[in-house]
């Protein structure tokens, strides 16, 4: 049994999945805090952008993968696709958390205040509450078929509504006044800064999507684990 | 015209179980009319710039009775096996919803009328105008169209009074935000600046509203 698990297809784009992203995400360490200049204005703390952004990215591509494969889970009922919306959602929680917290840490000294009202910020911790809304439903519910579509008009509904989220929010915010959120876009970032965030949007690209891999294989055991367990107790 | 009449006969179901149980409306308005008061103590009130704070204690009023009474509705249907019975009825799972709907918008109506008429009253607010209304109509319907679907899925987990308003605030946002605005816009007499928070509640209305009808199929299979 043991040998059959560890010798599927998938486990040695894994196991490639993982030295890839290991020595990539060394690399961008490495440029982050070596190769790239600090910010002239924003001075080092700046350099949690590198982090904050690609983070960012996947965080809301995560519920891109949730709102698909929880429509494709309504229409075929196939488990594989519920095990994808909930590896994606648990990577996705985590990243949002991230993006909020090195966030947090950067709003501190640019922006004199750990949080402020700001459109993009309350999107991001809003979309962070529906991925908690995502976890207690699932939490909650007995049944894992039922958890599973549950989950899925969630995820459905959630990643709908998360653009008007949005423009209700900016609106809110463009109608009242802003006293502290600098909005000072800057010039065009140097060569440097570019080549060093692209390298960080490419490693953590491919660590996500590791993750993600991994994740799934965790979540199928786990399923056979269950059905396994129902087998021989009834 | 079926669906017309499947729609009715599920709000007449209600309605008539409402009559003789009374176990939604008059403690829905009850909750309404003391979230009210008690926003009377936590904010001023009573000076001139009242109108900006008001519009949100009405709105709190309205959803925390709109939730009280929908998370209510689902567990009316949980018992004795109603709920299956609505199943098995020969009306599809979409007539289901908007049956359902509709009679929880009429429930929440009445709820909406009462705090409207209270809120004039205590506060001297002129809110009982042609186009605040439109805004609470508008308002009523998106946030009663997630918390149908919501309330049907949340009756059947374990923790159904907590994971309700968890489901349902963070996905009102824009409801929340538009229905607060507007009314404060409305009552400081800037009429010229409502415009675009109505377009968004009529295009959160129609939008939640056919993604709800088309998933509540998958969310009640039992």
Redesign the interface.
């Known amino acids: 049994m043991a040998s059959r698990i560890t010798q599927r297809p998938g486990d040695l784009w894994g196991r490639a999945l993982g030295w890839l992203s290991a020595v990539l995400v060394a690399l961008s360490v490495a440029m982050i805090f070596l190769y790239v200049p600090s910010d002239q204005v924003q001075g080092v703390v700046q350099r949690l952008f590198y982090i904050h952004l690609p983070v960012a990215w996947l965080a809301y591509l995560s519920f891109f993968i949730i709102f698909l494969s929880s429509v494709v889970y309504?229409a075929r009922r196939q488990p594989r696709w519920d095990r994808l919306a909930r590896s994606a959602a648990e990577l996705g929680f985590v990243f949002t958390t991230i993006v909020l917290l090195t966030g947090s840490i950067w709003g501190r000294p640019i922006w004199g205040t750990w949080w402020t009202w700001d459109a993009r910020l309350t999107t991001t911790l809003?979309l962070w509450?529906?991925y908690?809304?995502y976890f207690?439903?699932r939490a909650?519910?007995?049944d894992p078929e039922?958890a599973a579509?549950?989950a899925?008009?969630?995820g459905?509904?959630?990643f709908?509504?998360v653009p008007?989220?949005h423009?209700?929010?900016r609106?809110?915010r463009t109608?009242h006044p802003q006293p502290i959120v600098v909005r000072a876009e800057g010039p065009a970032m140097p060569e440097s800064m570019l080549l060093t965030l692209a390298v960080t949007m490419v490693a953590f690209m491919v660590l996500y999507l590791f993750l993600l891999v991994e994740k799934y294989r965790i979540e199928r055991m786990k399923d056979e684990l269950a059905e396994l367990r129902l087998r021989h107790s009834g | 015209m079926i669906v017309a009449r499947q729609i009715y006969a599920i709000v007449r179901k209600d309605l008539l179980l409402e009559l003789r149980a009374r176990e939604q409306v008059a403690g829905m308005g009850v909750f309404a009319l003391l979230t009210l008061v008690t926003f009377n103590f936590a904010f001023d009130l009573t000076g001139a710039d009242r109108a900006a704070s008001g519009s949100g204690a009405l709105w709190v009023a309205i959803m925390f009775a709109g939730l009280l009474g929908m998370g209510r509705a689902a567990a009316i249907e949980r018992q004795q096996g109603a709920w299956e019975g609505v199943l098995l009825s020969p009306a599809d799972r979409g007539t289901i919803f908007l049956g359902k709907l509709a009679s929880g918008l009429l429930f929440i109506g009445i709820v909406d009328a009462l705090a409207l008429v209270l809120f004039t009253a205590l506060f001297a607010l002129p809110v009982l105008r042609p186009m605040v209304l439109l805004v609470v109509g508008l308002g009523t319907v998106g946030f009663g169209t997630l918390g149908t679907l919501f309330s049907v899925m949340a009756a059947t987990t374990r923790a159904r009074e907590v994971l309700l308003p968890v489901l349902l605030f963070p996905l009102a946002l824009p409801v929340v935000i538009s229905s607060v605005r507007a009314t404060t816009l409305l009552l400081t007499e800037r009429q010229a600046e409502v415009g675009p928070w109505i377009s968004l509640l009529l295009g959160f209305d129609v939008l939640f509203l056919g993604i709800a009808y088309l998933v509540f199929g998958h969310a009640v299979e039992e």
């Open positions: 309504l809003i509450f529906i908690l809304a207690m439903l909650y519910v007995s039922r579509r549950y899925a008009v969630l459905i509904v959630g709908v509504d008007i989220i423009m209700s929010v609106w809110w109608l």
